[in-house]
């Protein structure tokens, strides 16, 4: 991916906060260039001096990249079920983080699981579970520790990662972030 498509992209996000949040309706338009039509999974991540604030995404490519990052951009700052919506004063206080994901692929062993390089989804039955590639990294996690929290996220044992009837799938992502720094 092209430099220019990331600084878009994070501008598209920041842009379509501060339009909701200012009752704006300002917009970017999509530049002519098929890049931003793709279908792809993609989160977008909120962080506040450095602590999680929002992060909300489509695991697989159902809208265009240009559609899915205004869209997540919205869910991570006012719909994360683990924050109160983002509030006008806390807007500069955001850095915004984008990752664009590869196609789901199964997992059939652990060994095929590489920390720093994939993110997982685990399924089993009504429950899924997603861990961004980040996340390990940011935790030192081990494969197996990764698989586990993956599960717990998924609301069932930090084993059942180990069962038969459970899906797990690995994915790798380009992620990037604004470059600059908030106080």
């Known amino acids: 991916m092209k430099q220019e498509h990331k600084d878009f992209l994070l501008k598209l996000a920041r842009n379509t906060i501060k339009n909701k949040l200012y009752g704006s309706s300002e917009k970017l338009e999509c530049p002519a260039d098929d890049f931003y039509k793709k279908k792809r999974g993609a ?58 994901l590869t196609p789901l692929e199964k997992v059939e062993s652990k060994e095929d699981i590489k920390i720093g390089k994939h993110g997982l989804l685990i399924r089993n ?48 992502a380009e992620i990037f972030s604004e470059s600059r720094k908030n106080s």
Request: proline share 3%.
């Open 43 to 100: 989160f977008v991540t909120l962080h506040k001096h450095g602590q999680l604030r929002g992060c909300i995404g489509y695991i697989e490519g159902i809208k265009s990249i240009y559609d899915t990052i205004k869209e997540m951009a919205i869910a991570a700052a006012f719909q994360d079920p683990r924050f109160p919506a983002l509030q006008k004063d806390e807007l500069d206080q955001i850095d915004i983080e984008i990752s664009l």
């Open 125 to 172: 039955g009504f429950n899924s579970g997603l861990l961004l590639p980040q996340v390990a990294t940011e935790w030192n996690w081990d494969v197996e520790t990764f698989l586990e929290q993956t599960c717990r996220k998924a609301g069932l044992h930090g084993n059942c990662w180990k069962e038969s009837s459970t899906q797990i799938f690995r994915f790798s």
